[in-house]
Structure formats: C-alpha cells, structure tokens
C-alpha cells in the first residue's frame, strides 16, 4: 500500500514538475535555450522517482525469485539448475555476460531466451501460457518480467562484459549492428534515424546515441530492465525493443526472436563497462 | 535582400535536407544473413504488414551507402524519387494552416497498436521546432520557426515544400525524414495543411 501511494505521489510531483518545466521554458528565451531548463526539471524528476524504496520493480524481483524455486513443468522440477551462462543455478553475475553463445542450444541467447530454452528442457514445461504473458498488464502479471528482475538484479553493481569471442557471438555482433542501421517501413527509420547522435531529443525525450560505445550505452543498457512509470509494469529489453519498432512503424516482432537478441548483443557492446543497476524506475 | 538573409536562407535549406551523418562502419556480414535474420525476427507477420519489413530499392541503398549515397547512385535516387512526387491536381499546395498545427503536432497512427482509423499525425514536432509557442519540440531536424518568412511566403518556395514533405529524397537522397506523401502515411490534403502551416504569414509558426 506504501507503495502504491508513493507511486501515485511519484506521479503526482511528476506532472507538477513537467508543468513547471513547460512554463519556465516558455519564459526562457535568451542565451540559455529553454532545452536545458526543460532537461534540468526532467532530470530532477528522474531523480525524485529513483528512490529504490519505493520502486514497484522489486516487488517483481521477489515473485521472480519464488518463479526461480518454484517446480513445475512435466518433470515437477524448478529452474534452480538452469545454467544461465556461469555455472547451473548460478545467478550472481549472468546477467552482465548475457547474452551469449550456449553450446547446449548450439546458439547465442539473451536471457528471456535462455528461460525459455531451460522451461522446455529441464522442466518440460508447455511455454505457451508463459509466452501469452510475455509482457504483463492490468490483471496479466508476466513470470518473464518477473524471472528477468530477479536475475538482472543479482548483476546489480557489477559491470557489464559482452561476450563477443565466439564466431556465433560475432556473427550476432554483426547482424546486430547491420539491423541498427536497417531503414524499413512507412517511415524508412531505422533505431540509428533516433539513436545515432548524441544530445538529440525527440519531443523532450532525450535519445541515447548507440552508434558509438560511451556513457550514452552504458546508463541505458545498465538501466534495464526498469519499472515504468507510465506503465505501471515492470519491463525488460524484449519488450523495449518491441516499443522501438511499434514506433517505427514496423510490425511486432516475434518474442524472444534472434534479430532482437543480435541487438541486443550490439547495444550491450556499445555499452561495455557500465555499471548495471536494476530494476531501475523510469518515466 | 541583403547578403545575410541570402546566407541564412542557403544553410536553412542545406540543414533541412541534410542526410544522416553516417557513422557506421563497413559491414562485416552478408546482407543475405542479416535478411534471414530479419525474416525469423517477422516470421509472426502477415498481410498488408508484411511490405513494411522488406525495403524498397531506395530504403536497400541507403541502407547500404550509410545514407551517404555518391556519384552515380546519389542522381539514380534523386530521380527516381522526384518522378515519383505526385502534386495536387489543381496545382495549389496550400491548405488550412490550423487543420495543418494538427497535423504537426499529433503523432498517432500507422502503429501495430493503432486501429487502421486511427488519426495518422504527421508528429513533426517530434523532430523539429515550429511555433515558438510550443516548448515540446525535437532536436532531430532543424527549427523550421520563422520558415515562411525566411522564404518570403513566396509560391514556387511553397511548391518546393510540397515536394519536400510528400518525399523528402526527391530533394537528398537518404534524408531521415519520412516520405510521408509517398509512403502514403499523410493524404494529400494534410500535407498542404503542414505547407500552409509553414507558408500563412498568420501562422504561429511565423509569429
């Protein structure tokens, strides 16, 4: 109940903030552009909604953890020996190595796919209810976006580390990076029309800039997955991607599909190094 | 005119077509894998959505040049394009320049989530700055405040304009901005709100 209340005073102070951003930048008009006041009062909401106290993803964090040691499936077992890439059942820092190449799969994997890939083998369990779910909404809570928080955060304070030796992580490097560049449907956008430059703004939206590794990379890639605020739900990478293309206009890619994990193997070089800190809040 | 207006108004017109700066270094796959690739990511998708995955010859070429097209190319492009403008009927491309604010600053439509009547905005405010009045704007694209006057409200400039939001390429090969009248994401009538909204000397945008 804390939560929930301190969520809508989140809200709230939100919209007031905005609402003094909009007037102080209508007033601004000499040397300093009303940009920056604008990206100094969203910069103060950012920071007033940050408080990990109050960020509803951890709530998601611990059903993810029971999901974790919860059996089920055809084989009535749990997840706890699934090897995420560092070990069976080891979860402290898969998340910063991830995805990867997995000998087992005989492909390269981000996590949702590895979850997908332990269901199926260890427990045998019948994947399409979890997919139906894959991205949850009012009464639909999602066991992906829950096992994603609870995994992610035990990389909470560590670096991000692509793994990009394997001749199968480099071929994903590549195919990554091509669709980023990629331009398609009715709006002939690809994510570098937004996320090739640095300081840009969409509305008042700031872009980060994927096309070269930096800072820009690391906060957001070391951001996800994040409980947003507009949402009200937790979500992961999957379903960013998914929202990127929905606003480009290109139809829904498939879930836990590998042009998304090549991206996602693109963006997380770019963002080598960052400090991963999740699930984090966002607008 | 003096030599400065002249100045200002060769840049503004150079940064509204300017294409993307290309970044991105030469590729290191096969094209033929990056579309398998592609192809699996939309295996799910069917019908009249199907034409947005696969890329036109203009969209493969860009892709390809990293939007910096040359020579030979660079002319292909631009030609192919501008044959491909269809002005309105009756020769006027100024329409209502209020209906023509809506159109700039809304932003539904066309998208997987959005019924197929849904309002189709044109969102320019997304990328770029109009009316002073409106502090929301994007640093995508250049400000277009002050346009109609920058071009002295003149006709043949307004044609121009036409022509550039129907199909950004007729004018740069590999801009970033969408060919909204080609792709036909906005009617003909909307894009002659949008001129009108840039070219009416009562436009906020000229205020």
């Known amino acids: ?283 | 005119m003096n030599r400065i207006t002249t100045c200002i108004l060769a840049a503004s017109a150079f940064v509204f077509i300017a294409p993307a700066l290309a970044q991105s270094p030469a590729p290191k796959v096969d094209p033929a894998v990056v579309e398998a690739f592609v192809a699996a990511t939309w295996k799910s998708t069917t019908g009249d959505w199907r034409a947005r995955v696969d890329q036109d010859e203009t969209q493969k070429a860009c892709t390809a040049s990293n939007n910096e097209p040359t020579g030979p190319l660079f002319d292909q492009i631009r030609d192919r394009e501008t044959a491909a403008v269809i002005f309105p009927a009756d020769g006027k491309v100024l329409g209502d320049w209020k209906k023509g604010a809506q159109v700039a600053q809304r932003g539904t439509g066309g998208q997987f989530t959005d019924q197929a009547n849904t309002y189709r905005g044109g969102n320019c405010y997304a990328c770029h700055q109009m009316s002073k009045a409106e502090v929301s704007y994007g640093t995508l694209g250049p400000s277009l405040n002050g346009y109609g006057k920058l071009h002295r409200f003149d006709a043949a400039e307004a044609r121009k304009t036409y022509a550039k939001i129907y199909n950004s390429m007729s004018v740069m090969p590999c801009s970033q901005m969408p060919r909204f009248g080609h792709s036909k994401f906005l009617s003909e009538e909307q894009i002659k709100d949008v001129v009108a909204y840039l070219y009416d000397p009562e436009s906020p945008v000229n205020k």
């Not at chain 1, 994510?191 to 840009?200: D, F, R, S, W």
């Open chain 1, 1 to 283: 109940m804390r939560i929930r209340t301190s969520a809508i005073a989140a809200l709230t102070a939100a919209c007031a903030v905005l609402g003094v951003g909009l007037l102080a930048g209508g007033h601004a008009q000499g040397q300093q552009p009303e940009q920056d006041l604008s990206e100094k009062e969203i910069e103060r909401y950012r920071a007033m909604i940050s408080d990990p106290i109050s960020n509803p993803g951890f709530l998601n964090v611990d059903r993810g953890e029971q999901l974790w040691s919860l059996k089920r499936g055809a084989k009535n077992v749990s997840l706890e020996t699934c090897d995420l890439g560092v070990g069976p059942g080891k979860l402290e820092g898969a998340y910063a190595k991830l995805p990867r190449y997995f000998a087992d799969a005989g492909k390269v994997l981000d996590l949702e796919q590895r979850l997908l890939f332990c269901m199926t083998t260890l427990q045998e369990l019948d994947t399409k209810d979890v997919i139906a779910r894959r991205f949850s909404g009012p009464g639909r809570v999602s066991d992906m976006e829950d096992l994603v928080g609870f995994i992610a955060n035990k990389s909470s304070g560590m670096k991000i580390e692509p793994q990009v030796s394997h001749p199968k992580e480099q071929e994903m490097l590549a195919v990554g990076e091509a669709m980023f560049y990629r331009r398609s449907a009715v709006m002939d956008f690809s994510c570098a029309t937004c996320h090739a430059a640095e300081g840009k703004r969409i509305r008042l939206q700031g872009l980060p800039d994927f096309s070269k590794p930096g800072k820009a990379a690391q906060e957001t890639m070391g951001s996800w997955p994040t409980y947003r605020v507009s949402q009200s739900q937790m979500r992961t990478m999957q379903h960013r991607l998914w929202d990127c293309y929905r606003q480009m206009r290109m139809p829904a890619p498939d879930y836990a599909s590998d042009g998304l994990t090549a991206l996602t193997v693109f963006m997380m070089k770019q963002a080598q190094g960052g400090e991963i800190t999740v699930p984090s809040i966002k607008r």
